[in-house]
T-cell receptor
């Protein structure tokens, strides 16, 4: 089975802190994604990566950056956390070789910024 | 850009009754279609997907969905709701040749005993 893990299930940070959210997948997937989930808004794509060191902005990249130094790991960085970044963050990965590009999701990190 | 519409953010259904969640999409090219379920405090789990072939797709936990190209719809059904079906359900679309999922806003399903 595909496994996508996220470094923390719950995280509490203070305004202005630098925050790292880590995601690791074990199925050699080329594509990795970061979403945030908010009530009534569904899932919104922050950034994605289709290869090591490659990244593309999603729909809401402002206030975020990403890093992909190894194929299995994709990090989301909040340079200076703000209260409006309190949310659930979901990581996903997919294999480029399949025609439907099904995405597999991690358990999520619920981030609270005080 | 593709968009996905799910009406009714909260859906209440009696235990044993039909579950029907509607999904309509807009896509300029033939899409691949997905339904995901999210149980409390968990990530998303794939319920079912349509790629090609038979338009009626069966998934896990007794759910099924039918792709209707003429109606640009992919509605999810289950004949008899169970208490364990209480969760949030998301419809998602990937146009052919793309790798970005577009999600609907989700339906929070409550099952009434």
């Amino acid at each position: 089975d595909v496994k996508v893990t996220q470094s923390s299930r719950y995280l509490v940070k203070r305004t202005g802190e630098k925050v790292f959210l880590e995601c690791v997948q074990d199925m050699d997937h080329e594509n990795m994604f970061w979403y945030r989930q908010d009530p009534g808004l569904g899932l919104r794509l922050i950034y994605f990566s289709y290869d090591v060191k490659m990244k593309e902005k999603g729909d809401i990249p402002e206030g975020y950056s990403v890093s992909r130094e190894k194929k299995e790991r994709f990090s989301l960085i909040l340079e200076s956390a703000s209260t409006n970044q309190t949310s659930m963050y979901l990581c996903a990965s997919s294999f480029s070789g399949t025609k439907d590009n099904e995405q597999f999701f991690g358990p999520g990190t619920r981030l609270t910024v005080l | 850009a593709q968009s996905v519409t799910q009406l009714g953010s909260h859906v209440s259904v009696s235990e044993g009754a039909l579950v029907l969640l509607r999904c309509n999409y807009s896509s300029s090219v033939p899409p691949y279609l997905f339904w995901y379920v999210q149980y409390p405090n968990q990530g998303l789990q794939l319920l079912l997907k349509y790629t090609t072939g038979a338009t009626l797709v069966k998934g896990i936990n007794g759910f099924e969905a039918e792709f209707k190209k003429s109606e640009t719809s992919f509605h999810l059904t289950k004949p008899s709701a169970h208490m364990s079906d209480a969760a949030e359900y998301f419809c998602a679309v990937i146009p052919y040749g793309n790798n970005r999922l577009a999600f609907g806003k989700g339906n929070q399903v409550v099952v009434i005993p």
